[in-house]
């Protein structure tokens, strides 16, 4: 079956512009990660929703940052004004419920703020 | 809190030959379970083996094996045989069993030479 999709691959930007990043995650999965990885860093987690609760919202790292996931299936990943430190590769991940569970990863959109 | 910590930042090993790379963590909890990623320069996330932490047995995947010592908190991964395809980043996850994250380490480059 499908994998998770993610929208587009690769974004260029002007600094204080806004971008949105689309995740299709495998159908059924109920939760949903967005992660950041910078160059040569590993995963930073930065938002997560399980079905219909509340999204743990823990790792956003600035109030420019923001994610909905609408009818449980896909996501947005919206950052505010960009600022070249949000260059980086935005992934997106679904799993059949949490935690134990394996997590499949699209395959990435990489940001780049000018 | 939980953390995760790869010390090898690149590692490479001959063609054929086996190469061992080391992940520990940290937590307070019982509960939990290991995961070893791939992501090649197609930067496509794989799964490449899972450990339940209330397994005593060390598991395997094909070519692919984990030394687990829980009381350590050490998981390291084992490619036997290395192939020119095992060429990638290599990263240690960790989740509770009843949590929403994913913590990961900052990855392994792995090349392996012909």
């Known amino acids: 079956g499908a994998g998770v999709s993610q929208s587009p691959s690769n974004k260029v930007t002007e600094k204080g512009k806004d971008v949105e990043l689309r995740c299709d995650p495998i159908?059924?999965?109920?939760?949903l990660y967005w992660y950041r990885q910078s160059l040569g860093q590993g995963l930073e987690f930065l938002i997560y929703?399980?079905?219909?609760?509340?999204?743990?919202k823990s790792g956003l790292p600035s109030d420019r940052f923001s994610a909905e996931r609408t009818g449980g299936s896909v996501s947005t990943l919206t950052i505010q004004r960009t600022q070249q430190e949000d260059s980086a590769v935005y992934l997106c991940?679904?799993?059949?419920?949490?935690?134990?569970?394996?997590?499949?990863f699209g395959p990435g959109t990489r940001l780049t703020v000018t | 809190a939980q953390t995760v910590t790869q010390s090898q930042p690149e590692m490479s090993v001959q063609e054929a030959e086996t190469v061992t790379l080391s992940c520990t963590y940290d937590?307070?909890?019982?509960?939990?379970?290991l995961f070893w990623y791939k992501q090649p320069p197609s930067r496509q996330m794989i799964l490449v083996i899972r450990?339940?932490?209330?397994?005593?047995q060390n598991a395997t995947e094909n070519r692919f094996s984990v030394n687990f010592q829980k009381a350590a908190k050490s998981f390291s991964l084992k490619i036997s045989d290395s192939q020119l395809g095992d060429t990638a980043m290599y990263f240690c996850?960790?989740?509770?069993?009843?949590?929403?994250?994913?913590?990961f380490g900052t990855g392994t480059s792995l090349t392996v030479i012909p």
């Open positions: 991940a679904s799993s059949f419920n949490r935690g134990a569970n394996e997590q499949y």
């Open positions: 159908s059924g999965h109920t939760a």
């Open positions: 929703f399980q079905g219909n609760s509340a999204p743990d």
């Open positions: 937590t307070s909890e019982n509960n939990y379970y």
């Open positions: 450990q339940e932490a209330y397994k005593q």
């Open positions: 996850a960790f989740s509770l069993a009843t949590g929403n994250q994913f913590y």
